[in-house]
């Protein structure tokens, strides 16, 4: 399974746009790239995924470079809210999950 | 559509004990997934599993835990003579499809276990 490198936390401003970074350099060509979030001690919830192509859903928009080996998630209005733990991960059939960013909104 | 269930939500055990948890899927979901994450840490995978069938369990200690699908009924992850190091939140997940497709995989609420 790729690794992915996340930064260690990131504020944001409610109401801004949160633009969380991943790096994969190592990903394969069927590897797709997901995000989740952890809300203090809850469960971690699916936001967005993709392979190639930038996706957009309710939620989020995430951008993938052309290379395959960077994305972005982008929550254009962040609330309070989306303080939570933001995973990136790639896989094909398992999950690993590294550390995450932590996102803190602020008012 | 009921989502992951979990139960129970909280597992007190003294060392020595066995704990029992238990993972309900998501209707129509064949795949279960179970991981661990320890205090101020991220979710480590121990275990994948597909009805009846244990397919990677690459993550899972080498003594005292075992995880089981069985055909009817939920999923089961055992751990025998708890230790204090076992504390942790143990969460499920539960995805349509697996290997070597790739599929969403929806979370349960985690069990909580704490060893005295």
């Known amino acids: 399974d790729a690794k992915t490198t996340q930064p260690t936390s990131m504020d944001c401003a409610e109401g801004r746009a949160a633009n969380l970074p991943c790096n994969h350099s190592?990903?394969?060509?069927?590897?797709?790239v997901y995000w989740y979030r952890q809300i203090h001690s809850q469960g971690p919830q699916y936001i967005i995924h993709?392979?190639?192509n930038n996706e957009t859903n309710e939620m989020a928009s995430l951008i993938i470079t052309e290379d395959r080996k960077s994305s972005t998630l982008i929550l254009p209005h962040a609330t309070l809210r989306d303080t939570a733990v933001y995973y990136c991960i790639v896989y094909a059939g398992k999950s690993t999950f590294g550390d995450g960013t932590t996102l803190t909104v602020k008012p | 559509n009921a989502g992951v269930m979990q139960n129970p939500r909280h597992l007190v055990r003294r060392r020595g004990q066995e704990a029992r948890l238990r993972c309900s899927p998501m209707?129509?979901?064949?795949?279960v997934y179970w991981y661990r994450q320890l205090p101020e840490e991220g979710l480590k995978f121990m275990v994948y599993l597909q009805k009846e069938n244990i397919i990677d369990e690459s993550g899972m200690p080498k003594e005292r835990f075992s995880a089981e699908f069985p055909k009817e009924g939920p999923s089961i992850l055992r751990i025998q003579q708890v230790v204090r190091g076992d504390s942790a939140a143990y969460f499920c997940a539960s995805s349509l499809r697996g290997a070597p497709d790739t599929d969403t995989q929806y979370f349960g609420p985690g069990t909580r276990l704490t060893v005295l």
């Open positions: 190592t990903i394969s060509g069927n590897e797709y």
């Open positions: 209707k129509g979901h064949s795949h």
């Open positions: 993709g392979l190639k």
